[in-house]
């Protein structure tokens, strides 16, 4: 497998959207990532 790391862009929208309420599972799905990551 290979891995990459959320980019600064990726992390504001998690911060602004986890912010405003969003579930994580929400989150994930908007920026396209798995929840885990």
Do not use: P, W
């Not at 602004?16 to 990532?33: F, H, S, T, V």
């Amino acid at each position: 497998m290979s891995y990459t790391h959320l980019t600064i862009e990726e992390r504001s929208k998690i911060e602004i959207l986890y912010q405003e309420g969003y579930k994580i599972n929400r989150i994930a799905q908007l920026i396209g990532r798995h929840r885990s990551t």
